[in-house]
């Protein structure tokens, strides 16, 4: 059986979350915070989560185990069949990545723990958000998912990682981060009505204090 290492609270972690259940994937979820341990070293070599165990050895990177599942299992397709088509949603998961849920998390300690970030920093992402968010509004379809009228990957991406930017990009900034991409509102509201969506976010609901502990802990060391 596949052995799935993260917590609820992780955005990547229920990416894949998510991709399992659409795929109908039978896993054994392992709650594992990100942790330099010998012992979690010896399964994942960065510490990071998430991480997952196959019969052949472990898989690292969100995008990395998608594509592995995608492939492997049947259920939902989240990747188009022709190259062209793949790439492209690939394209879209790269640019959500680099231009979205990098800058954002920049500034996750202020917007969601209150620890503070730099000025210069808080700058840099506020621009940088603005510059993402309208480069996916030029890339994506939104008709009615990013890539098209077929849900893809993409859509996991965008939702996990739109909905912390957001809430950073209105905390700090008082910004309409979704409001830079016409259609995008509409693709959240389409995604989070997903029972399986609902479900997850009820989990990450359950599981926020026992984060917070292990947070409080972590600043407390620093």
Same mark, same amino acid.
């Given at each position: 059986m596949l052995k799935l290492y993260g917590f609820d609270v992780s955005n990547y972690y229920n990416m894949l979350k998510l991709a399992m259940a659409l795929k109908g994937i039978d896993y054994k979820s392992i709650t594992t915070y990100? $942790? !330099?341990?010998?012992?979690? =070293?010896?399964?994942?070599? %960065?510490?990071?989560?998430?991480a997952l165990l196959t019969e052949q050895g472990v898989l690292i990177e969100t995008n990395v185990i998608m594509e592995y599942l995608d492939e492997n299992y049947a259920g939902t397709q989240l990747y188009p069949q022709d190259a062209y088509s793949k790439a492209r949603v690939k394209e879209l998961v790269k640019m959500i990545e680099l231009y979205i849920e990098l800058p954002a998390r920049r500034c996750h300690t202020e917007a969601?723990?209150?620890?503070?970030?730099? &000025?210069? %920093?808080?700058?840099?992402?506020?621009?940088? =958000? +603005? $510059?993402?968010? !309208?480069?996916? #509004?030029?890339?994506?379809?939104f008709s009615p998912y990013l890539a098209g009228k077929e849900f893809s990957a993409a859509d996991i991406f965008f939702l996990y990682s739109a909905d912390l930017a957001s809430s950073v990009a209105t905390? +700090?900034?008082?910004? &309409? +981060? +979704? #409001?830079?991409a016409p259609g995008a509102k509409a693709l959240m509201d389409k995604l989070n009505a997903l029972p399986e969506v609902k479900l997850i976010a009820q989990q990450r609901r359950e599981a926020t204090p026992a984060f917070n502990e292990y947070l409080s802990k972590a600043f407390s060391k620093n």
């Open positions: 990100p $942790n !330099q341990t010998p012992e979690y =070293l010896a399964i994942c070599p %960065t510490g990071k989560v998430p969601f723990w209150g620890v503070p970030v730099h &000025d210069t %920093t808080k700058k840099e992402v506020k621009r940088a =958000l +603005l $510059n993402g968010m !309208q480069s996916i #509004a030029r890339v994506a379809s905390k +700090l900034f008082g910004i &309409d +981060l +979704l #409001a830079e």
